[in-house]
């Protein structure tokens, strides 16, 4: 079984990559593919967030798969389509999902947060990650340079229904 991550890339590279981060140095969940859902607006910040995330995962001891699925940010139907089909079909290869909602627009971060808990069986995601920032002064930095007291991992699902 491998982990994947899927989370939206906006221009905030650290959201995309932080909670990974986050996710790794806390040991809860290390993963072997990401999918990056952008734009083609975002492709600059999209090479970046890829450049961090190989050299960030191969210190976790991953030779990371990362997949980028482009879509038109305002054809709802379609984003919902592709975060949707990708879930489905790494559920079905029998791995586990991870969905992280904190970078992209909030119709984006919604899609992401019903994906793990509301909809089709077939298409929910095992994990719904969040990364909290208390403070916007350490937005788009990186993770080990935000103090600890300013952050806050959360598996939204997990704290949900429990």
């Not at 990708?86 to 992209?104: F, Q, R, W």
């Amino acid at each position: 079984m491998r982990k994947v991550w899927m989370t939206v890339v906006g221009n905030s590279v650290f959201a995309v990559v932080n909670p990974i981060w986050a996710c790794c140095r806390e040991g809860d969940y290390i993963p072997d593919r990401v999918y990056l859902i952008l734009n083609e607006k975002v492709k600059d910040s999209a090479e970046k967030v890829k450049r961090i995330l190989n050299v960030l995962l191969s210190e976790f001891g991953k030779e990371p798969d990362i997949v980028e699925k482009v879509c038109n940010e305002t054809d709802f139907r379609a984003l919902i389509s592709t975060i949707w089909n990708v879930i489905k079909k790494e559920k079905l290869a029998g791995n586990e999902v991870a969905v992280d909602m904190t970078p992209g627009r909030k119709f984006m971060s919604a899609v992401i947060m019903y994906s793990g808990v509301g909809g089709d069986m077939e298409a929910r995601a095992d994990r719904v990650y969040y990364l909290h920032l208390q403070n916007n002064e350490y937005t788009n930095l990186p993770w080990i340079k935000i103090p600890v007291v300013y952050q806050k991992l959360y598996e939204m699902k997990g704290s949900l229904l429990k």
